[in-house]
């Protein structure tokens, strides 16, 4: 004990090592630095040894590292370099998440500038990274369950948007836009409705072909610049409801098309590239709005 030079009191060691009373007394405690030995009051007594143990517990929690990382290092059970390794990805990940926060909140105060405050823009400052990414699962988990898509608008369906760890403003902005559109509920249960509609047709091919079959006729008029009143859309309209493997009704049809045409899906598909990084989908929603002009135009 001698060697070890004079024992110091709770007290003078932490005014040794620049530290509280009561955290030094917490760390011994937890058998961090136990003292090295008693006086008959019981009060705790430090060596060298104590000393130099207690300025590393310092350095590693002054890292980052827990206590139970900090018992790790002291019981010879990791190294510094292997506890503070597992820190520092944590770190990068705390930064990468710290940036994506500023890129949402910088977003968020653009749109919110003058009188466009709105109680989602107060929501999405006030969200965690993690809280965003449910707020796009819990959509998805809603509208998408149990439906695996293989028509052509399947690649709309096929993931959530997640924003990348660097994201451009633009990708940023998609987002917030996205998340005002998620968090709408007549648009979820539009989007319900349609994808209840998808399913229908992905069960049968027979359904699958008539949609091709109305779809192409649409977008081959839309193409060629035909007017939805003219009389070259009536026989558009003519030839589609003549399809070949059975007559359309015109007003199942136009109930139909009425049902699943929405230009906010779009805008959800153009925003889940954009964010995603994929080029855009193809639209078909001009086509059926102009062969819903057409059915009405020509009754």
């Known amino acids: 004990m001698e060697d070890d030079g004079p024992l110091l009191s709770i007290g003078e060691l932490a005014r040794r090592a ?12 937890a058998g961090l630095v136990p003292p090295a030995a008693r ?5 705790r007594l430090y060596d060298a040894a104590c000393a130099a143990r207690l300025e590393l517990v310092a350095t590693l929690r002054e890292l980052g590292l827990g206590l139970a990382d900090v018992r790790r290092v002291l019981d010879g059970q990791a190294s510094i370099a292997e506890v503070a390794a597992v820190h520092l990805d944590a770190i990068d990940a705390q930064i ?29 400052a006030q969200m965690s990274v993690a809280e965003r990414r449910q707020m796009i699962d819990d959509f998805m988990a809603e509208v998408i369950e149990g439906w695996n898509p293989s ?3 399947a ?7 997640d924003l990348p760890d ?5 990708q940023v902005d998609a987002w917030v836009e996205l998340a005002e559109l ?27 072909m008539q949609g091709n079959w109305v779809t192409e006729n649409a977008v081959s008029a839309v193409l060629r610049g035909c007017p939805p009143d003219s009389a070259e859309a009536a026989q558009v309209v003519n030839r589609i409801l003549r399809y070949p493997g059975g007559n359309l009704r015109r007003e199942e049809l136009l109930a139909e098309l009425e049902l699943v045409t929405d230009r906010r899906i779009d805008r959800y598909a153009e925003l889940t590239a954009i964010i995603n990084g994929w080029p855009p989908f193809p639209s078909y929603t001009p086509a059926m709005e102009w062969l819903i002009a057409a059915l009405r135009a020509h009754q």
């Not at 660097?166 to 633009?170: K, Q, V």
């Not at 998620?182 to 049968?204: E, I």
């Open 96 to 124: 990468r998440a710290l940036r994506l926060h500023r890129s949402v909140l910088a977003v968020v105060v653009k749109r919110a500038a003058g009188n466009e405050e709105m109680p989602m823009m107060s929501k999405l």
């Open 155 to 161: 690649p709309r369906w096929s993931g959530a948007a």
């Open 166 to 170: 660097d994201p451009s403003p633009e």
């Open 182 to 208: 998620v968090s709408d509920p007549d648009f979820r249960h539009r989007v319900r409705q349609v994808t209840d509609f998808g399913r229908s047709r992905d069960d049968d091919e027979r359904l699958r």
């Open 18 to 29: 620049g530290l509280p009373v009561r955290t030094i007394r917490f760390w011994s405690d």
């Open 39 to 43: 006086t008959e009051g019981g009060r």
């Open 151 to 153: 028509h052509t608008f």
